[in-house]
């Protein structure tokens, strides 16, 4: 398999990152704009879409700043794959920023990238963002 690239894309939010944080970091959450539906067991996720199912391992919670997935497709890949929601927070106006960092392999990336963008679309419509 060829290396995969790392790209991250900014989405300004609007609302705050503790409600946000739900969206990203909970199965129900998660279900309402990611996937048909989501389910965990401790910091392993099921996600399905479809008729098919994928599972990842929750790497990385900070509340309210960032969460990290792992697929398990990737487990046993020597480079570190994974995705990403991380939000910041403009210390002076307050305006919150999803970036979203995922990766790709190179004839990909196109595709992917209007993959989280119709995705984090699909959250805005749910949090009348």
Known sequence: MSKKIKFSIEFPMHAS????????SSPDGLSEWFADNVNSRGKIYTFFWDGSEEQATQKIF???????????EDQDEKE???FEFK????DLTNDVSLIV???AEEDDLEEAKMFWENQIDN???????
């Open 17 to 24: 990152s503790s409600f946000l944080h739900h969206y990203l």
């Open 62 to 72: 900070k509340r309210e700043e960032k969460v990290q997935y792992k697929w398990f």
């Open 80 to 82: 570190d794959y994974y």
């Open 87 to 90: 939000l910041i927070v403009d």
């Open 101 to 103: 960092s995922d990766f």
């Open 123 to 129: 959250l805005k419509q749910k949090i009348g963002a």
